[in-house]
């Protein structure tokens, strides 16, 4: 595999004709483009990226519409992954992130004790405390209202209701999203993302009823 040098020229045009068109025959006669310029690029900057956080993969073109409203056939971005680290190319441009994207009920009853515990929730306050200052945004499905059973003066109210805690960062379709520079934004918020990850390996780990 060549080395990672920026996502093709046609990367986001692709995506852009995908939103426009996101048919059979567009994606038949643009999979020449998407091989080229959006799936090689991104199984080489996997690749740059494996030594210092692992094997990665590149998730599937195609959406599951089997319990979808929406029946279009194409997802209108390409994901990488080197779990808990993620990474996203499309009309929008790049975008990297690390956490959990979505907790099993088992992760999030794992999660909110840990969060309640005051050494443990204090030290998730911090870490995320640092990723913002540093740039990055935290993301992930939250309540409306917070948790049964938690004071509303809780000091981590705000980290109790979240079912899912991720940070991340983005950028518009920019001359680096084609450069070999690319690969060290990725790099930049997957490490500045790693005390997330451990914390979340450590306290709240993989779910005990995976999904089959």
């Known amino acids: 595999m060549s080395a990672f040098s920026g996502f093709g020229d046609g990367a986001v045009e692709f995506y852009d004709g995908l939103e426009a068109d996101n048919s059979k025959a567009y994606w038949t006669d643009q999979k020449a483009v998407?091989?080229?310029?959006?799936?090689?690029?991104m199984l080489a900057l996997l690749a740059e990226l494996e030594p210092e956080f692992g094997a990665g993969k590149v998730f599937r073109?195609?959406?599951?519409?089997?319990?979808?409203?929406?029946?279009?056939?194409?997802?209108?971005?390409?994901?990488?992954?080197?779990s808990p680290?993620?990474?996203?190319?499309?009309?929008?441009?790049?975008?990297?992130?690390?956490?959990?994207y979505a907790m099993a009920?088992?992760?999030?009853?794992?999660?909110?004790?840990?969060?309640?515990?005051?050494?443990?929730?204090?030290?998730?306050?911090?870490?995320?405390?640092?990723?913002?200052?540093?740039?990055?945004?935290?993301?992930?499905?939250t309540l409306k209202t917070r948790p049964k059973g938690v004071a509303p003066e809780h000091p981590r109210l705000e980290l109790l209701r979240h079912k899912g805690l991720h940070v991340r960062r983005r950028w518009?379709?920019?001359?680096?999203?084609?450069?070999?520079?690319?690969?060290?934004?990725?790099?930049?918020?997957?490490?500045?993302?790693?005390?997330?990850?451990?914390?979340?390996?450590?306290?709240?780990?993989?779910?005990?009823?995976?999904?089959?």
Not at 34 to 39: C, G, I, Q, S
Not at 185 to 200: I, M, N, S
């Open 61 to 82: 073109p195609y959406r599951d519409v089997r319990f979808s409203a929406d029946k279009t056939p194409y997802k209108t971005h390409c994901g990488g992954y080197a």
């Open 85 to 100: 680290f993620y990474v996203q190319v499309g009309s929008d441009g790049l975008m990297a992130a690390c956490g959990y």
């Open 172 to 212: 518009g379709p920019d001359d680096v999203l084609h450069e070999p520079g690319c690969v060290d934004r990725v790099r930049e918020v997957w490490r500045a993302g790693r005390p997330l990850a451990e914390w979340l390996a450590d306290h709240v780990g993989p779910s005990e009823n995976p999904r089959r």
């Open 34 to 41: 998407y091989d080229e310029h959006v799936r090689g690029p």
């Open 105 to 141: 009920p088992d992760q999030v009853a794992r999660y909110r004790t840990a969060v309640d515990d005051e050494r443990r929730g204090e030290e998730l306050r911090r870490i995320v405390a640092t990723a913002e200052k540093a740039g990055l945004e935290i993301g992930g499905e």
